[in-house]
């Protein structure tokens, strides 16, 4: 079977993706699998200016889980552009860069900067991390917010694909799917993580320095299915499936709930060479399954209620 998918014109040899923040800039993982194998890759989120990033601790491993509160620490786009950019492999494999900004005018200014790029395929809007205390998930919790950084960022990608990603952390996720979809953004990608916390109680003190941080992992993948299916059933554009997915039967769990494509992240920190396990894994699963095309698998959902596909 042909793996390959299409996000809003943008090809993949297969739905196998990076999750930004889980990655580094793709170089660091090289040692463990061939990086043009790969669907795409989705490095870290970069903003204008270098982050050094939250206090440690920033990490905290949970059950079936972990929560992280790095706080978006990158180089800077224009570092990213000069010193990593030109090593990845990005005639081979579409090379997405996730961008992170305090305010509209900064998504504008990072797209203005990327959209020359000829290395760079797409950017992905990250609207919804609970880590910073500026920008982040204040635009992912606010539909106006939302699609006035998604207006901003298609403003100035030119002919780049712009994919926004959503935060789980919002009443009804359908309406912020809704209200990027209705500002343009060419693909969506979901869930980002769930804002949690750890204790200890022999200092009394929060694990984290940062107090919260975004839970992600297996532990999420219920959450994650449930929201990719609710707003596959509202966009008619191309959904990115993101949250705990840790084997390539997981994978195949997103796409059959509707995602055209998949990334994985917190899985990596299981496992350095998952993703290329899982992209050698997919040809003999689907062969399992009997399909042809990935048409006659996604979204194709029969759910017991209605006795039917949906």
Request: charged residues 20%; neutral net charge.
């Amino acid at each position: 079977m042909n793996l390959a998918v299409d996000l809003a014109g943008l090809k993949l040899k297969n739905p196998i993706m990076t999750a930004s923040g889980t990655f580094g800039y793709g170089l660091e993982f090289s040692r463990y699998g061939d990086l043009t194998k790969l669907g795409a890759i989705v490095v870290k989120g970069l903003s204008l200016k270098p982050r050094q990033g939250n206090p440690m601790p920033r990490i905290v491993e949970t059950p079936c889980g972990m929560l992280n509160a790095i706080g978006l620490q990158n180089v800077g786009v224009e570092a990213f552009v000069r010193d990593k950019l030109p090593f990845l492999p990005w005639r081979e494999t579409p090379v997405i860069a996730n961008l992170y900004a305090q305010d509209v005018a900064e998504f504008h200014a990072l797209a203005r900067f990327l959209a020359p790029e000829e290395a760079v395929a797409a950017l992905e809007v990250n609207i919804s991390c609970p880590n910073v205390r500026r920008g982040g998930m204040a635009f992912g919790q606010d539909p106006a917010m939302a699609a006035e950084a998604t207006r901003a960022v298609l403003e100035g990608a030119g002919e780049k694909p712009v994919i926004v990603k959503l935060s789980p952390n919002v009443t009804d996720i359908r309406a912020m799917a809704q209200a990027v979809t209705e500002a343009g953004a060419h693909v969506l990608s979901l869930i980002n993580t769930l804002t949690g916390m750890a204790v200890d109680v022999r200092t009394r003190r929060p694990r984290l320095a940062n107090g919260i941080g975004g839970l992600s992992g297996p532990a999420i993948k219920p959450v994650a299915l449930r929201m990719v299916r609710e707003v596959c059933q509202i966009t008619d554009r191309p959904v990115i499936g993101i949250g705990g997915i840790v084997s390539v039967w997981d994978a195949l769990e997103f796409i059959l709930v509707g995602a055209t494509a998949v990334q994985v992240g917190t899985g990596t920190f299981m496992r350095p060479d998952l993703c290329f396990r899982m992209v050698r894994q997919l040809e003999e699963a689907v062969e399992e399954l009997g399909l042809e095309s990935w048409d006659e698998f996604r979204g194709r959902l029969i759910t017991a209620r209605e006795g039917r596909k949906s």
